[in-house]
């Protein structure tokens, strides 16, 4: 069992950053490739990146490649996801996800944390 909790959203202007982290709890977290999705009002959950469980494989949504890094440190059972040049369209809820492999599918995922708020003014 893995148990994901995001903190870091907020309101941010156009061109700014923001940093999300996922704290996991679970004594397999290391062996768990990781996940970010987001999710708009009115669309559909639309993958933004995923690690590897040792972090050495990383892949990102074509909507963000870029601007946004994903990256973990077991030690500390965080993910962490960078978000830099931030613009209107990247305003959604963001979750964490579990999974053995780095899927960019969100139906391979099975466990989520319970999202984050980002807000991108213009």
């Known amino acids: 069992q893995v148990q994901l909790v995001e903190s870091g959203g907020g309101l941010v202007q156009a061109g700014g950053s923001l940093r999300l982290s996922c704290a996991a709890s679970?004594?397999?977290?290391?062996?768990?490739?990781m996940a970010w999705f987001r999710q708009a009002p009115g669309k559909e959950r639309e993958f933004v990146a995923a690690?590897?469980?040792?972090?050495?494989?990383?892949f990102y949504g074509d909507s963000v490649k870029g601007r946004f890094t994903i990256s973990r440190d077991n030690a500390k059972n965080t993910v962490y996801l960078q978000m830099n040049s931030l613009k209107p369209e990247d305003t959604a809820v963001y979750f964490c996800?579990?999974?053995?492999?780095?899927?960019?599918?969100?139906?391979?995922?099975?466990?989520w944390g319970q999202g984050t708020q980002v807000t991108v003014s213009s």
């Open positions: 996800a579990a999974s053995p492999r780095p899927y960019t599918d969100s139906s391979s995922y099975a466990y």
């Open positions: 679970g004594r397999t977290f290391s062996s768990q490739a």
């Open positions: 690690i590897s469980w040792g972090g050495g494989t990383t």
